[in-house]
């Protein structure tokens, strides 16, 4: 499922302004790459992972995801991509407060018309593979902030995409969870997954093996490590 993107550009209309968000962006991830995106507020980061992840579509450019331009899709179809190849975690957790944490997880499952049996036995081995099958039961408000990140990893797996896209992971979490998300991130490299991360801060960038810098729309640069990166 190799990403590439050629002279990508993203512009926003507001009223009489537009806002040139991503001024022809040029990316190659290939499969099981481990990437950082940094960059200061406002530089296009978000932006990005929404073209990545298929949130959303570029202004202009094409983005291939292995075979397919998805540039050119319809919104359906674009969703259909997105559903199935890309696991999305995201700063603040964004799980249904008055879910349990397995509900959370089958989520995509009940809109993909899955039995509930089937929904629960998935979100079950979904939340063991996070280390939390002894809290499937329980609502976010009564997880930590880790295991709440922790689902969220859960509920991003569960159609075992080939990409998972993080914007900010570790934002609301202490060090130590920090430390646990970003082990189970670079676990899920490991098993082949591509992992593409926004983040502000150096030590959780330093996990991954290639880091790419944005600013004002542009990659200013792109940094392939030796070796692994910080996951061992
Ligand atoms: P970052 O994630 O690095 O903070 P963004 O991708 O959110 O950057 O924003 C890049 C630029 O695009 C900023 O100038 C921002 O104000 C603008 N922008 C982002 N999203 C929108 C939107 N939905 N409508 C209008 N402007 C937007
Ligand atoms: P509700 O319908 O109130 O949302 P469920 O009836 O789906 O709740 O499930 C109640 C609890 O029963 C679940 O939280 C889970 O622990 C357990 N459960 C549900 N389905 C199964 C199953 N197939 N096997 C074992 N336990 C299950």
Redesign the pocket.
Known sequence: MAIALTNVT?V???GDTS????AGVTLSIEDGEFAAII????????????ILGCLDRPTGGTYHLGEQEVAALSDDQLAAVRNKKIGFVFQNFNLLPRMSAWQNVALPLVYAGVPKHERWERAAQTLAIVGLAERKDHRPNELSGGQRQRVAIARALINDPAIIIA?EPTGNLDTKSSNEIMDIFCRLNRQGRTVIM?THEPDIAAYAHRVIQ?RD?AIINDEVKQGVGGCS
């Open positions: 993203k926003y209309h507001m806002v040139h968000a991503l960059g200061p507020s406002g530089s296009g980061k978000s932006t990005l992972m929404n914007d926004v944005v729309g």
